[in-house]
């Protein structure tokens, strides 16, 4: 193919600058470089190359947080926050004095820890699956059928399986 990945690349990105499209040599050229029959497609042998030379119809999948990502993000919620400074300030005045030491009021600290990890904890792991939900609905919209002609005939292939070079009817 006359044109590179990278051309159809900044035509796509830059669609409003004509001169671009005018550079290669504009519709007539660009399917004449991509070897397309405006009125035939392309022929479905040539589908596959196409494919491996400039990729697949499929944006870039977004990577899904961490569990231990979602967990900090609880743990810098503003109650949170203060639960700790709470359990901070009970856990060192019941282990520093050395009256609340002999009531072990140092419990009253730990049980709000333990308090802030549970909820911390529950609410990252509830965050994470609805964050993995998320991401397997989102792959399912993006498939949709499309209507291409290829070797003259009009014919629906799945949106994944749309190449370079395939004239869609619209």
Do not use: H
Not at 23 to 35: A, H, Y
Not at 138 to 145: G, L, P, R, S, T
Request: include cysteine.
């Amino acid at each position: 193919y006359a044109v590179s990945p990278q051309e159809l690349e900044e035509l796509n990105e830059f669609k409003e600058d004509a001169s671009i499209l005018a550079g290669l040599g504009s519709v007539e050229g660009l399917v004449s470089k991509l070897r397309v029959s405006a009125e035939k497609g392309i022929d479905t042998a040539s589908a596959m190359d196409r494919r491996r030379l400039f990729g697949t119809n499929t944006l870039p999948q977004v990577p899904p947080k961490s569990f231990f990502y979602l967990w900090y993000v609880n743990l810098k919620d503003p109650i949170i926050i203060m639960l700790m400074a709470a359990a901070l300030v009970s856990t060192v005045l019941g282990v520093a004095v050395p009256e609340e030491r002999e009531q072990n009021a140092w419990v009253e600290g730990v049980a709000i820890w333990v308090a802030v990890a549970v909820v911390s904890l529950v609410g990252a792991g509830n965050d994470w699956s609805k964050d993995r939900s998320f991401q397997k609905l989102n792959a399912q919209k993006d498939v949709i059928d499309i209507k291409v002609v290829r070797d003259g005939l009009e014919c629906v292939v799945i949106s994944t399986d749309v190449v370079v070079g395939d004239i869609v009817i619209v």
